[in-house]
C-alpha cells in the first residue's frame, strides 16, 4: 500500500514520500494562481473539478484540493485554510466566515513516534444549509449536522448534531432551532 493509499484511508503514513510532496507542490502552484487571479478555471485547477456556483475568496490555502469536496451555493470568505489529507465535505448552501480554519492533520501523542514523521488523517464533515462564523477552528474527525450556526472564534472538537446553534472553546451547543 502506497503512501497516498495510507494517507486517502485515514492510516497512519509518512507525508515526507516524494508523491505526497509532490502532489502538495502542485496544488501549492495552482493555489498561487487562484489566489492572484480567483476565475472558475483556475479553481478547477486547484479542487480537480468544477465547481456548482462556488465562491472563494483569495486568499485561499489547502494541502490537497482534490480532497476538498464543495457542495453547490457555497460562499467562502477570505483566508480560509484546509489541512486535508483526509476528504472535507462541505454541503449545498453554506457560508465559511473569514479566517476559517478546517484541520483533518493529525500526529501521534507518543514523542518518538511523532518524531518519526508519522502522521495520519481524520474526515470532516459540514451538513448543508451551515453558517460557520469567522475564526472558526474545525478539528479532524467533526461532522457538523446540516442547518447549524457555529459561532465565530469556536474551536469545534466534536460532533455538532444537526439544527443548532453552537459556540464556545471548546464549541458546545447552546440551543436547537
Known amino acids: 500500500m502506497t503512501e497516498f493509499e495510507k494517507m486517502i484511508g485515514q492510516l497512519e503514513y ?104 508519522i502522521n495520519f488523517s481524520r474526515r470532516v464533515k459540514i451538513g448543508a444549509n451551515c453558517w460557520i462564523g469567522a475564526g472558526v477552528i474545525i478539528l479532524p474527525g467533526v461532522e457538523i449536522g446540516e442547518g447549524c450556526t457555529i459561532g465565530a472564534g469556536s474551536v469545534v472538537t466534536k460532533n455538532i448534531p444537526p439544527r443548532c446553534v453552537a459556540a464556545g472553546n471548546p464549541c458546545k451547543v447552546l440551543r436547537f432551532l
Open 14 to 117: 509518512d507525508a515526507s514520500v516524494p508523491e505526497l510532496f509532490q502532489m502538495r507542490r502542485k496544488t501549492r502552484e495552482a493555489l498561487a494562481k487562484y489566489n492572484a487571479n480567483p476565475t472558475p478555471e483556475n479553481l478547477r485547477d486547484v479542487l480537480g473539478y468544477d465547481a456548482d456556483n462556488l465562491k472563494i475568496v483569495p486568499p485561499f490555502q489547502c494541502e490537497y484540493g482534490f480532497n476538498l469536496k464543495f457542495g453547490r451555493n457555497v460562499f467562502v470568505n477570505f483566508n480560509f485554510s484546509a489541512l486535508s489529507g483526509a476528504e472535507i465535505e462541505i454541503g449545498d448552501n453554506c457560508l465559511i466566515g473569514p479566517n476559517v480554519g478546517v484541520y483533518t492533520a493529525m500526529h501521534p501523542l507518543d514523542p518518538e513516534k511523532r518524531n518519526s514523521g
